[in-house]
């Protein structure tokens, strides 16, 4: 056969099925009558004269497609919208993509991510070891990657990904975020500054932060940072400000979102929301031969939980909730608990206004349900090309180790005064007898680089997409906050908490709560919530073209406040 007969055999197909309806019957009848001969041949059917046959024969009617398209038109028209999202998405800028220039500045690579490679005892990588996986990041052949030298087993998490191609939405290389904080500069200081103290509170009450000595010192000593961009109250950080979020929400009310506490209703069960958590007091990482083996590949046992399950109530809890999560878990039980409370959908839904039809396939709930899924992919490629192959940014745990050879006197790194003079080192000192980040996991942060960081981007792509269906302005009925114990949910009689407030909050929480686990920057999070928030649009607005319905598109407010339609 040759290559083309297939798309031959196919025009003709259609072409039989596009003639006019007798004509297409008498080639029907025909062929059945000859399929009817050679069963008839084998003895499968009765004769082709009995009166049976020809019964059958004459009640064949064939049917045809309904529709304003049909067969090769629709094919045709198929094609065009493939082909027209494509063009619209070549049509915009390709960005640039500068990385902060630590990679380039030092030479021993200490600006650099590198666990799971080989290091020596100050954990400053294999030069050699490091060049192989730069050369995989640049060749992008397969065989370069399986040939990465690896320190003592830990495997490196999927670098190929930040290769992968997207069919809907934008391609992951034509996204950019900018460059992140410097190794050197007072920005990462006072970042590293907030780590150190979002470790040392982590078993405090969001509900008494207030009050809690620890959590007044830490925002006294970041107010005194001399570059922090966390949320500010009159200039200074403040405990009601504390380790928050930037966006519209963040601020107002309870630490912890509706989302994470309400009871969710998954089909015919319902989830009371309480977890297990890790057990108070417990950090890993403190030693400095268990946290430079585990630089080195290795790979610790599962540590201790708290036997007690729990309501989230502080940082360790959200920190375990952040640990274990499935990819685009928070915002499907966020659009569940919507649902649930019959929040209104969005006024630009045309199904507001039908009197004779629902929304299901499209713009009905099985449709927002799989397009928070579907989101998520081009989510990751797009932040996992970002991480790899333009940043490489180090993580939290990795600066801490600097921090700690700089100060006991082991290497004289170019680390900013605003940290090395800051309270959070004696305090963690104290503690632990090193000035390491104490984390959250036994395992520490994943083998993939900080930066932009996979929860936030997962998070502002789906929390885009639920502010794009559901009225942001609808306020949450019942509202709850969780005991200091964690044990109990007490009503909440604060100020109205809006959907889009608390969806805001949502993201905030998860992409926050991994910098509390220590394994992210602040930066990491509010970068990457607006690169998942710009793939979201950009996949709404294929989407926008698939449907049929009459459809003014998608309205949301943008986490920097500013109101769009797509």
Not at 430 to 440: C, D, E, F, V
Request: aromatic share 10%; with cysteine; glycine share 8%.
């Amino acid at each position: 056969m040759k290559p083309t007969d297939s798309f031959e055999h196919n025009d003709k197909e259609e072409e039989r099925e596009d003639l006019p309806p007798s004509t297409a019957r008498r080639k029907f009848l025909g062929n059945m009558t000859a399929a009817a001969m050679a069963a008839g041949a084998m003895g499968l059917l009765p004769a082709s004269g009995s009166k049976a046959h020809s019964a059958d024969a004459q009640e064949i009617t064939p049917q045809k497609a309904i529709g304003p398209l049909t067969n090769k038109k629709r094919k045709k028209e198929a094609f065009n919208t493939r082909v027209n999202a494509a063009e619209e998405e070549k049509a915009f800028p390709h960005p640039d993509h500068p990385d902060n220039g630590d990679d380039d500045l030092y030479p021993n690579k200490i600006g650099s991510y590198s666990k799971g490679l080989p290091h020596n005892n100050l954990d400053e990588v294999d030069l050699a070891a490091y060049n192989t996986l730069i050369r995989a990041l640049e060749r992008g052949r397969p065989s370069d990657f399986e040939a990465i030298t690896l320190g003592v087993g830990n495997k490196l998490t999927n670098p190929q990904s930040g290769l992968a191609f997207e069919i809907q939405g934008p391609d992951s290389h034509a996204l950019a975020i900018p460059p992140a904080p410097a190794f050197n500069s007072a920005e990462e200081a006072g970042e590293i500054a907030e780590n150190y103290w979002m470790a040392l509170t982590r078993d405090v009450p969001f509900s008494q932060y207030d009050s809690n000595p620890l959590t007044i010192a830490a925002a006294a000593d970041l107010s005194r940072m001399s570059n922090f961009k966390g949320p500010k109250s009159g200039g200074i950080v403040t405990t009601g400000t504390l380790f928050r979020g930037l966006t519209p929400g963040d601020l107002t009310g309870p630490y912890i979102s509706q989302f994470m506490w309400k009871d969710t209703p998954f089909g015919a069960e319902t989830v009371d929301r309480m977890m297990r958590t890790r057990t108070a007091g417990t950090d890993y990482m403190t030693d400095y031969s268990e946290w430079l083996a585990i630089q080195n590949g290795l790979v610790p046992g599962a540590g201790t939980f708290d036997p007690i399950r729990r309501y989230i109530r502080n940082g360790r809890d959200l920190s375990e909730w952040v640990h274990v999560d499935v990819l685009f878990q928070a915002y499907f039980n966020a659009f569940l608990i919507l649902a649930s409370i019959n929040a209104p959908l969005d006024q630009n839904n045309p199904y507001n206004t039908s009197a004779t039809q629902i929304g299901f396939g499209t713009l009905g709930g099985p449709y927002m349900a799989s397009v928070l899924c579907a989101v998520a992919r081009p989510a990751l490629k797009a932040v996992w090309y970002q991480k790899w192959f333009v940043h490489r940014r180090l993580r939290p745990e990795e600066f801490a180790g600097r921090v700690h050879n700089r100060v006991t006197g082991a290497a004289n790194y170019p680390i900013h005064s605003d940290i090395l003079n800051s309270d959070a080192l004696d305090e963690v000192f104290s503690r632990n007898g090193t000035y390491l980040l104490p984390m959250a996991f036994p395992e520490g942060c994943p083998t993939h680089p900080a930066y932009g960081a996979g929860h936030a981007t997962v998070a502002g792509a789906c929390v885009t997409v639920l502010k794009a269906f559901f009225d942001e302005s609808f306020i949450i009925p019942n509202p709850v906050q969780a005991a200091a114990d964690g044990l109990s949910l007490e009503p909440f009689a604060g100020p109205p908490l809006t959907v889009g407030g608390e969806l805001n909050k949502l993201a905030s929480n998860v992409g926050i709560g991994r910098n509390i686990a220590g394994v992210h920057w602040r930066t990491d999070g509010n970068e990457s919530f607006k690169l998942g928030e710009e793939v979201a649009i950009r996949y709404l607005k294929d989407e926008k073209h698939c449907f049929n319905e009459q459809f003014a598109g998608f309205r949301l407010t943008k986490f920097d406040g500013t109101t769009i339609t797509i």
